[in-house]
């Protein structure tokens, strides 16, 4: 009797011991895998990230062919061709600045709306001529920008891990590329676990449900976000695109790309760097810009693509007095 409790418990504990193996090795399998849980609806302040979308435009020689010094990334709207053609006249024809490759490249999503198709078809074409779009296939939209970054740093890491750095630009923001690769050069600036641009360090979470940027609580339950650099332009080292993406399935997506980010760079104990000089990035500067502010910006919105064309044209003027 008491021989063959002592056998069913062996048996017990024996089957538990190799149930939970079993669920450990398929678990870890399916993580190797990227095998993604059944979606499931994120509600209208989550953001579906389920980390199995592709890239369905995707020919870019970019990194594959050499190394580079730096990568700027614009999100861009898939019918934004004008942003596009005006990037490619102006900050994003600088292919080599202080010595050191650069190179702009335009990340969108499916373009939505009755003439999906048609727009499609011309990204197919503005890519054959400039082979610089990666497109993924969500939905292109503003509350799915989030999912844009990461498409974004899913891509930089699986091709660009042996560039320097990578910036993150708007499309409506004027780049001053020279300033820019002189503050990457700088022997202060950190070549590791760095992320700079205009850091808001106590950004509050909005909970007024009216509020374009109402959060719940489930998302953040503290009353501040992490500290993170506004998503107009923000700059970082290539070893942190495959860093935010191991942590990020810790952390429940939702739609503000930046803060987000933010969260991800606290999970990595890593604090985001504020710029040597607040005259770097201008998220709503006063415009005109004058040549002073000019020769001393590395990025500033601008109101109008006309605007942005000009100033890169007298950025590019021998740097004023100030
Ligand atoms: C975001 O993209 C996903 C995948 O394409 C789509 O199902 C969802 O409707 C999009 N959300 C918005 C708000 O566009």
């Known amino acids: 009797m008491e021989s063959q409790r002592r056998y069913l418990k062996h048996i017990f504990v024996f089957s538990l011991v190799l149930g939970t193996i079993f669920f450990t090795l398929l678990n870890s399998y399916l993580g190797k895998q990227n095998v993604n849980i059944p979606y ?119 091709h660009c891990a042996k560039a320097s750095y990578a910036l993150k630009i708007d499309s409506d923001t004027l780049l001053h590329v020279r300033n820019l690769v002189k503050l990457l050069l700088d022997p ?26 109402f959060v719940p609580k489930d998302i953040i339950p503290e009353p501040e976000f992490p500290p993170y650099p506004l998503g107009f332009a923000y700059v970082m080292s290539l070893d942190l695109p495959e860093k935010i993406l191991e942590v990020s399935p810790q952390i429940k997506a939702f739609f503000i790309e930046d803060a ?21 990035f201008l998220v709503d500067p006063k415009h005109p810009l004058s040549d002073c502010s000019l020769s001393k910006m590395i990025a500033a919105v601008t109101t109008s693509i006309q605007q942005m064309t000009g100033y890169w044209e007298r950025s590019k003027q021998p740097s004023a007095k100030c």
């Open 40 to 158: 499931v609806d994120p509600g209208p302040h989550h953001v579906a990230y389920p980390r199995n979308y592709k890239f369905i435009l995707d020919d870019t020689p970019t990194c594959r062919t050499s190394s580079l010094f730096l990568l700027i990334m614009v999100p861009v709207a898939p019918g934004n061709v004008a942003a596009r053609d005006a990037i490619r006249e102006t900050w994003g024809t600088e292919r080599l600045v202080l010595g050191q490759r650069v190179k702009t490249l335009f990340i969108l999503g499916l373009p939505g709306g009755a003439d999906a198709e048609q727009t499609q078809e011309k990204l197919k074409e503005e890519n054959q001529q400039h082979h610089d779009l990666i497109q993924s296939n969500f939905q292109d939209s503003y509350h799915n920008l989030t999912i844009k970054t990461m498409m974004t740093l899913e891509w930089l890491a699986a």
């Open 260 to 280: 987000y980010l933010g969260m991800c760079l606290k999970r990595l104990g890593i604090p985001p760097t504020d710029p040597p000089e607040n005259t770097m």
């Open 188 to 213: 202060k600036t950190p070549k590791q676990n760095y992320m700079s641009g205009l850091v808001w360090w106590h950004s509050p979470v909005l909970r007024d449900k009216s509020n374009k940027f």
